[in-house]
């Protein structure tokens, strides 16, 4: 079973539309991380954000929010009124505890986003 | 700037001969790490580094070899023995190992004929 499950493989919206990627996650640690990263057309990915798992409050960023929900497992991803530069492939990761105070990062398989004009 | 380099951005080589990515870190962060990604597919991990003269085998490792001289740089080797090579590579790093934010480079495209 994937720890991380992106379940829409692609997405595509015209301009201004709101756009919600979703993300599943699976583990048995108390404490744990999640994060949304952003890779354009150009390959090198882009941190968005980072939250532990005993920090439920929600996060708004400007156009960019997050859900954050431990009893579905979900971290979800939302743009309000999106824009042609949010075209990207973007991925939820999950970094668990791995041995002693290792942490590892697992990528779930990335959503393509298109934001047509 | 701080920041991660990796050079070149892309590679070309011929089967059966080894190539060296280079990654250089000025964030003075301790952890390093080498992802492969290929097409449709999320980050694999490859090789990982905590500390200097130290580095641990991620997911993937098979064909591939690293160094940590510096803490500042990461040099990911790959080998003959790898089968399939042609891959993008990604290198990040972060403060240390305890779930923190990776910080990533901007890639090398390494293509093998």
């Known amino acids: 079973a994937q720890k991380v499950t992106q379940a829409q493989t692609e997405i595509s919206v015209v301009e201004k539309e709101d756009v919600t990627l979703d993300c599943v996650y699976e583990?048995?640690?108390?404490?744990?991380?999640l994060f949304w990263y952003k890779q354009p057309p150009s390959g090198e990915l882009v941190f968005l954000i980072r939250r532990n798992s005993f920090d439920e409050q929600n996060e708004i960023s400007g156009r960019y929010s997050w859900n954050f929900q431990k009893s579905t497992s979900s971290f979800n991803f939302t743009i309000t009124a999106s824009q042609v530069v949010d075209s990207a492939v973007y991925f939820c990761?999950?970094?668990?505890?791995?041995?002693?105070?290792?942490?590892?990062?697992?990528f779930g398989k990335g959503t393509l986003l298109t934001v047509n004009p | 700037d701080g920041g991660i380099t990796q050079s070149p951005k892309y590679l070309f080589r011929k089967e059966g001969q080894n190539v060296t990515l280079s990654c250089e870190q000025n964030?003075?962060?301790?952890?390093m790490y080498w992802y492969r990604q290929d097409p449709g597919q999320g980050l694999r991990l490859i090789y990982y580094?905590?500390?200097?003269?130290?580095?641990q085998k991620g997911d993937i490792a098979e064909g591939y070899s690293v160094s940590r001289e510096k803490k500042e740089s990461f040099p990911l080797t790959v080998t003959s023995a790898q089968k399939n090579p042609t891959a993008f590579y990604l290198c990040?790093?972060?403060?240390?190992?305890?779930?923190?934010?990776?910080?990533f480079g901007p890639g090398t495209r390494l293509t093998v004929t």
């Open positions: 583990t048995r640690d108390t404490t744990y991380y």
């Open positions: 964030l003075n962060h301790d952890a």
């Open positions: 990040a790093s972060s403060m240390d190992r305890g779930g923190y934010e990776q910080y």
């Open positions: 990761a999950l970094s668990e505890n791995s041995g002693g105070s290792n942490y590892k990062l697992t």
């Open positions: 580094s905590q500390i200097v003269n130290d580095f």
